[in-house]
């Protein structure tokens, strides 16, 4: 027997070639092996920045007794959640069921007819805590599958049934309206942490989807409270150390309510949302805060994340290592002491580095060290000065060990960092930013799109992996599209987005319009996961209703815009009831409610008057107005690229701008002010 991952395209399971444990993929053949032999399959997921996925590896499957024992005993099978998001949702749901909380890394034990019956998440090499030690847990499932195998297989069969009951109808719920967005916002302000901004208590996570409804649910209302959580709420985060101070973007989350110690993973997925909701919050606002941290975070998605194929890479890990002691440590890159400080800085400077970012003797982290932050009573200082002392700092750092990249491109987080990048080129007047936005699109239509424009999951080194896209990618590579349409007028990418949502009606849609994670003829798991509320990122099935619904409003087309507002159904159901969890679903809802009004920017590509009136459209607050912009369309359907140009004359041979939504058109205008009020906050 030998470890099968040698051959992989994902860094996670690359990580684990060289165990001692005997590791299958995920495959047919791995079952078939454990019906043949008549053991137990032990599945391990985990992904590749995760702190207890590293150290579990270590005490566990780096340990040649324990490996020869689950060798012995049972087929393993080794998942990356990134690449399976399916297999990691339907075992999760049952870990939650069973135990009443998850994580990972998860440990599932399985029939060999993919079927759960006893589950945990990490286990320690020795009895702590109250916890079992690993051997203990194989030892006692190996003894239950051997001596009472009646037993197992009934729990098993009674946990698939479960999960079978658990299926929700979401067909029957209406359309959201005013009335259930007011109710999600009454439910948000309940749970809203007045004093540190956020939701709820520690750990706590970046709210990205929650952040995007209040800042929508402003623009389409004028609500005040509203936009107080949302600025607060990234005030406190910019300033936490949460947000890294020297070199931009966010970590996974905090582990305390203030958010001052992260956990130090930066994951792509929440800095492609957060850096456009920072964006959004400076559109709305105009906060110099707000605007920095959007390009700082922009930035340090294209100086860290890009990979030589223009994609971006997928997390960087919260471990590296410590010069020191040599051994892989949480937050080493990022941690400071007061004497760090002063050899780099000098003396004086370094005064003002720890007064300037709270670091303190005690520290505010571990050992001493602190996590930079930008506290509120912190002392002025000139923008001149802090740079400079930004930029050695930042120098410094970069000479120690960085973390380990986890460079597989995943298809729905790439959607979400070329929608933040356009919007931010677009808003900041960075065409740079505009480019890398286009070149990941590029490269997601040339590796991860085929001819039927099906898209894979994954990609590593312009090699596609073998896992099929789930509806996330489909939704979210879509917004991406749809974006990168609005903001270079090309039109080619809103037909990409075309045929991506066209996928999405076809083959993840059921009859009552509620949508699946996976298609219609995936891999066919113990259930087919569907699941409507917001994880770390929009959830799919909300993804793919706004790309739904936003198509819809470029094309006028009814079925799309009739599959949007029924999958939409959940969040009347579940948007006042759990408006933390379905997030984007109530942003999504924002944009129904309003329209979302169809903008046609008309005129020649050269004249500077076009270009004013296309970026005032693109900085409207008017919740997921769609953006056309290009030459006039004839009526034999030459011209623009759009089906908005239309039957869209210039007005005097001038550039202008067309307005409509809900079939009523606003006085056509050539004026940017007259057009910045048409897409402003309707006050109801």
Not at 43 to 49: N, R, T
Not at 118 to 144: C, D, I, N
Not at 256 to 281: G, Q, S, T
Not at 499 to 526: C, K, N, P, W
């Amino acid at each position: 027997m030998s470890n099968r991952l040698a051959n992989e395209t994902s860094p996670y399971l690359l990580q684990h070639a060289d165990n001692p444990v005997d590791w299958w993929p995920w495959s047919p053949e791995a079952f078939a092996a454990a019906r043949e032999r008549g053991v137990p399959v032990l599945l391990s997921v985990g992904y590749s920045s995760c702190h207890w996925c590293h150290v579990m590896a270590h005490e566990s499957f780096e340990d040649e007794l324990a490996a020869a024992y689950m060798n012995e005993h049972f087929v393993n099978i080794k998942v990356d959640r990134e690449e399976r998001p399916d297999i990691d949702a339907v075992y999760m749901e049952a870990v939650q069921a069973a135990t009443g909380q998850g994580g990972w890394p998860m440990t599932v034990f399985l029939t060999g007819e993919a079927e759960p019956f006893y589950f945990g998440t990490y286990f320690p090499p020795e009895p702590r805590h109250g916890m079992p030690s690993f051997t203990q847990v194989l030892e006692g499932v190996r003894t239950a599958w051997v001596g009472r195998p009646e037993e197992v297989a009934e729990v098993a069969q009674r946990i698939v049934r479960d999960l079978a009951g658990r299926q929700l109808d979401y067909g029957k719920a209406e359309m959201p309206g005013a009335e259930e967005l007011a109710g999600a916002l009454l439910g948000l302000t309940r749970e809203y942490d007045s004093v540190r901004g956020g939701f709820g208590g520690a750990p706590k996570f970046p709210p990205s989807m929650a952040l995007e409804f209040l800042l929508r649910h402003h623009a389409r209302t004028g609500s005040e409270g509203a936009l107080q959580m949302a600025a607060d709420t990234c005030e406190a985060m910019a300033r936490g150390g949460i947000y890294d101070q020297l070199g931009g973007g966010f970590a996974r989350y905090a582990v305390d309510r203030e958010w001052i110690v992260p956990h130090f993973e930066k994951m792509l997925y929440d800095n492609a949302l957060l850096c456009r909701v920072y964006a959004h919050l400076w559109r709305t606002t105009g906060s110099d805060l707000a605007r920095r941290v959007a390009l700082e975070t922009a930035d340090f998605m294209v100086r860290e994340l890009r990979t030589e194929q223009g994609g971006f890479a997928s997390a960087l890990d919260a471990d590296s290592e410590e010069p020191l002691s040599g051994k892989h440590v949480e937050g080493a890159y990022y941690a400071w002491t007061p004497a760090q400080l002063d050899e780099v800085l000098g003396e004086a400077d370094g005064a003002l580095a720890r007064a300037y970012f709270g670091v303190t003797e005690e520290g505010t982290f571990e050992h001493g060290t602190s996590v930079l932050q930008l506290p509120a009573d912190g002392p002025a200082v000139e923008p001149e000065r802090i740079a400079g002392i930004k930029e050695r700092l930042l120098a410094a750092r970069a000479e120690r060990p960085a973390p380990g990249r986890d460079d597989k491109i995943v298809a729905a987080w790439n959607g979400l960092a070329v929608a933040a990048l356009a919007e931010c080129g677009a808003f900041f007047d960075r065409p740079d930013l505009v480019e890398r936005a286009t070149e990941a699109a590029d490269l997601l239509v040339r590796v991860h799109m085929d001819g039927a424009a099906r898209l894979a999951r994954t990609s590593r080194d312009g090699r596609v992996g073998p896992n099929a896209g789930v509806l996330e990618d489909y939704g979210d590579v879509a917004e991406g599209f749809l974006t990168l349409a609005a903001v270079t007028g090309e039109g080619v990418w809103l037909e990409f987005a075309g045929f991506l949502v066209d996928l999405v009606m076809a083959r993840f849609t059921a009859e009552d319009g509620s949508l699946y994670d996976t298609a219609h003829d995936a891999e066919q798991l113990i259930r087919r996961p569907q699941d409507p509320t917001d994880t770390a990122a929009p959830s799919g099935w909300t993804a793919a209703a706004g790309a739904l619904l936003s198509y819809a409003a470029h094309t006028g087309s009814g079925p799309h815009r009739e599959a949007a507002e029924r999958a939409l159904g959940v969040v009347q159901a579940l948007g006042p009831r759990a408006p933390r969890f379905i997030g984007h679903g109530l942003a999504v809802a924002e944009a129904l409610v309003d329209g979302p009004r169809e903008v046609a920017v008309v005129g020649h590509a050269d004249d500077p008057a076009r270009a004013e009136l296309h970026r005032t459209a693109l900085l409207g607050t008017a919740p997921g107005a769609v953006v056309a912009v290009g030459v006039p369309r004839e009526a034999d359907g030459s011209g623009g690229e759009f089906p908005l140009l239309a039957d869209r004359p210039l007005l005097g041979d001038l550039p202008t701008a067309y307005v409509c939504r809900h079939f009523v058109c606003a006085r056509p205008t050539t004026e940017p002010g007259e057009l910045a009020e048409q897409l402003g906050a309707t006050r109801t």
